[in-house]
């Protein structure tokens, strides 16, 4: 059986005030583009680049279901969720670079 690795993630901006949720197959090399902005769109418009939560799936159907239900959270939801794991809202990225 495949192994299969998908993520949902947050970013914020240097502030800590925008949030974005996206999902992924490759969070190691989804999060570089965001930061060397790679992409046009919401991420390099707000500079969006620091990771600060992150869940792992095998399933891309429950990582889209997750994402989904992360992004018609409210704001405070998504705060609550990173704080309790991330309470200092310390960058994640030099954990997952591969």
């Known amino acids: 059986m495949w192994n299969h690795n998908y993520y949902i993630y947050i970013l914020t901006n240097h502030t800590n005030t925008v949030l974005y949720t996206g999902v992924t197959n490759d969070l190691s090399r989804r999060i570089y583009e965001h930061k060397n902005k790679l992409t046009k769109g919401f991420t390099s418009k ?4 620091k990771l600060v939560y992150f ?15 992360i992004k018609a959270g409210s704001r405070k939801k998504k705060i609550d969720l990173i704080e309790k794991e991330n309470r200092q809202w310390l960058d994640l990225y030099d954990s997952i670079k591969e």
Do not use: D
């Open 46 to 49: 707000y500079n969006t680049n």
């Open 55 to 69: 869940e792992h799936f095998s399933n891309i159907n429950n990582a889209i279901a997750r994402e989904k239900q």
